[in-house]
């Protein structure tokens, strides 16, 4: 590891002695400008900014972030150029592997190389002038120098569940395998992609830990990546009270930008040695980066879904080659994606299918709701007879249960029996949520927001009433049939406040909670020690989705979520997955019963190479939008036939595109989206036609006035 060192000083400039020269700037441009990825300036002082230096220039009328991209000859006389403004010399270049891996980004995604390389610095150092960022760099480093003098010191870390003793548990056959099968690409520094299939209490968070203590041994950096913010804590205190001489820092939007920045330039500096973050993480500069893990692969969360729509686990991969380093990919539901590289033996896939100790999966019990059982359920409750029983059967045991009810608010829709009138945002093509607790009905898509209405807007009627159950409903109405039971209710509205979910999710470490009402939130990573009965109150909405990919992600919810039980040797035998569903015969379910996901993913993978869907073919899709839809789809159709064109001048005929279509949510925010599906065979030829399409898109949206934009989302997760 990097040793503190003073800050770059910003050298003594003097009048270069050669002709002025000029460098390639990476400036954030709006995405439709039609300029080039790089702007030139001109440097006539020396010594000369080198490729990946931070610098402001003129731009317009405002003065820009940009990253020295490459040094370039002035251009002929006439075409005068403006001055590079400043120097960022307190921080070294940013690496040319960095620049490699931003600019595959760009182009493989098709977005602009400024947008994707200022976007991935913190925002307060995109603001920051030389003399502001030389401070705040000698502040850090001389912060980092006294801590290391003091001994080791606590990680900036939240309250989070009773952690590990810092003493190493003794590994399994099956970890230390799966250790050793790492462990030389790590000492040799090689590039390689394992995919960890490990069981929910696997043990798969030990292996993580084993594998960076050997990074962290040979001096290197490590890099951890979650996809979601509510996993961080609990990871990080993990790794902090293991590695307690050691600097870890958080990166992900929960984060004060002052925080941010901070935990970035510690990173770069060399003066972090674990990094642990989101998405963004993966543009991290690490000068001594050894390992990368990607916690929970399978996630969506990992794709970027507006702006730049990039992937950040198939740019870890990426990022693993570039560099030569190994990248461990881990889940117990990988994604098809992942599964078919590691049979193709692009990865080498690393098997824990047994729990450590005597923990193990809960059993599947389905709840079949067309029997008499299932119609009573229909009504107020929500909850059959029968698994009411359990729960308060595992009350009375000092046990405890979780509900996963993937659904916020108090009910989906509110709604009126006289003239059917139902509350459909104004602005979107979707429903306000109705929220008991602040009486407001609230658009989960665009935000907006209003006061429930006395009575119905269009007739005037009282009888206004909430239709369908979200968590707040299904907590209220257990507080009710569970009277003795203490009710727990975790999703994206109860955990708003700063440090509320860890709050809540410590009551429930505590036993301070019987029964547990969540969304997906809850099914990811927790150790509940003494939960044996999970129950999906609704899980049968995915199993007949348009999207190709829902029963997968069905799968992996609901085998994520059983993983919260049954991990306490003493109470695993009892533990069990009930599932409330009107399709108990599916075949998602028979696999699940099983605890077979190889199964799962056999029959998965072959349905999608019959179908000649991913991974077996390469899709993208070219969004419109625009106040009106009928111009969005004209836009797509003219933009249809350019293509079809260029496809035949290029020779890409096996290209396939498809008529445009509206997306499921066709307005948001008061904006009409269209989409056109683009399908390959062959990655290269489709890339190929993403480049040339750009200057035909430009041209084409100057021909509408500018009163279209499009953007084009290359693997896209739901078509």
């Not at 190493?168 to 790590?186: N, T």
């Not at 330039?265 to 993480?281: E, Q, W, Y």
Request: glycine share 6%; hydrophobic share 45%; with cysteine.
């Amino acid at each position: 590891m990097a040793s503190v060192t003073n800050a770059l000083v910003a050298p003594v400039l003097s009048p270069h002695s050669g002709p002025a020269q000029a460098v390639a700037v990476a400036v954030e441009l709006p995405q439709h400008a039609g300029l080039s990825d790089c702007l030139l300036y001109e440097v006539s002082t020396y010594p000369l900014p080198e490729p990946g230096q931070l610098v402001r220039v003129p731009l317009g009328k405002r003065t820009v972030a940009g990253v020295v991209w490459s040094l370039d000859p002035l251009p002929p006389p006439g075409l005068p150029i403006k001055p590079v403004a400043d120097v960022l010399w307190a921080l070294p270049p940013l690496s040319a592997a960095w620049r490699q891996l931003t600019a595959f980004a760009a182009g493989y995604y098709q977005r602009g190389l400024g947008e994707l390389a200022l976007q991935a610095l913190p925002p307060e150092l995109r603001k920051a002038d030389a003399k502001q960022l030389a401070q705040r760099v000698r502040r850090l480093q001389q912060s980092v120098a006294k801590a290391r003098a003091a001994g080791p010191a606590p990680a900036d870390t939240s309250p989070s569940p009773p952690a590990l003793p810092q003493d190493r548990p003794v590994l399994s056959a099956e970890q230390q395998a799966a250790v050793e099968r790492v462990l030389p690409d790590i000492g040799a520094g090689r590039a390689a992609t394992h995919l960890l299939f490990g069981a929910t209490g696997s043990g798969k968070t030990e292996v993580y830990l084993r594998l960076a203590e050997a990074a962290l041994a040979q001096g290197r950096q490590v890099l951890v990546m979650v996809p979601e913010i509510n996993l961080t804590p609990q990871l990080e205190r993990r790794f902090a009270e293991r590695f307690p001489s050691h600097r870890l820092v958080s990166l992900h939007s929960s984060l004060t930008a002052a925080q941010r920045a901070n935990h970035w330039l510690m990173a770069h500096l060399g003066l972090a040695d674990l990094v642990l973050g989101t998405r963004l993480s993966v543009f991290t500069p690490l000068p001594q980066l050894g390992l990368v893990i990607v916690d929970e692969e399978h996630d969506p969360s990992y794709k970027q879904q507006d702006g730049a729509r990039y992937s950040a686990r198939d740019l870890a991969v990426y990022r693993g080659s570039l560099e030569g380093l190994p990248v461990l990919l881990g889940s117990a539901t990988p994604s098809l994606e992942s599964w078919q590289r590691a049979a193709d033996g692009r990865y080498r896939r690393l098997d824990m299918p047994q729990r450590i100790g005597a923990g193990r999966m809960p059993a599947l019990r389905l709840l079949d709701m067309r029997s008499a059982a299932g119609n009573t359920a229909a009504g107020k409750a929500a909850l059959a007879p029968a698994l009411l029983a359990a729960l308060e059967e595992r009350r009375a045991r000092g046990e405890q249960s979780l509900l996963l009810l993937n659904r916020r608010g108090y009910a989906p829709v509110l709604h009126c029996s006289a003239c059917d009138w139902k509350s459909q945002c104004s602005h979107c093509s979707a429903w306000r949520v109705y929220h008991k607790i602040d009486r407001t009905l609230r658009c989960h898509h665009c935000g907006w927001t209003d006061r429930v209405p006395k009575a119905c807007p269009n007739c005037g009627n009282l009888d206004i009433a909430p239709l369908g159950r979200g968590t707040e409903k299904l907590a209220e109405q257990l507080s009710t049939l569970l009277p003795l039971a203490r009710i727990a209710r975790i999703d994206a509205d109860s955990t708003r406040g700063v440090g509320s979910l860890e709050s809540q999710l410590a009551a429930v470490h505590a036993g301070e909670v019987d029964v547990l009402v969540g969304t997906q939130m809850v099914t990811k990573g927790h150790d509940f020690r003494r939960m044996t009965l999970v129950a999906a109150v609704n899980p049968d909405g995915a199993l007949f989705a348009s999207d190709f990919r829902a029963a997968e992600r069905l799968f992996a919810l609901l085998m994520q979520a059983a993983g919260r039980a049954g991990r306490d040797a003493e109470l695993a035998e009892r533990s069990e997955l009930w599932l409330q569903t009107w399709h108990p015969q599916h075949p998602v379910y028979a696999a699940l019963a099983r605890h077979d996901y190889p199964a799962f993913a056999q029959s998965q993978l072959h349905e999608r190479s019959l179908a000649g869907l991913p991974p077996f073919s390469h899709l993208a899709l070219l969004r419109a939008d625009a106040r009106d839809a009928q111009a969005a789809t004209d836009f797509l159709l003219q933009a249809s036939e350019h293509l079809r064109e260029l496809t035949a001048q290029e020779g890409l005929d096996s290209i396939l595109l498809y008529p445009p279509v509206p997306p499921p949510l066709a307005r948001l925010a008061d904006v009409e989206r269209v989409q056109m599906l683009l399908e390959s065979r062959s990655r290269p030829a489709l890339q190929r036609l993403l480049s040339l399409a750009q200057p035909v898109l430009m041209a084409l949206r100057t021909q509408h006035k500018g009163l279209i934009r499009w953007a084009v989302d290359v693997d896209p997760l739901a078509i």
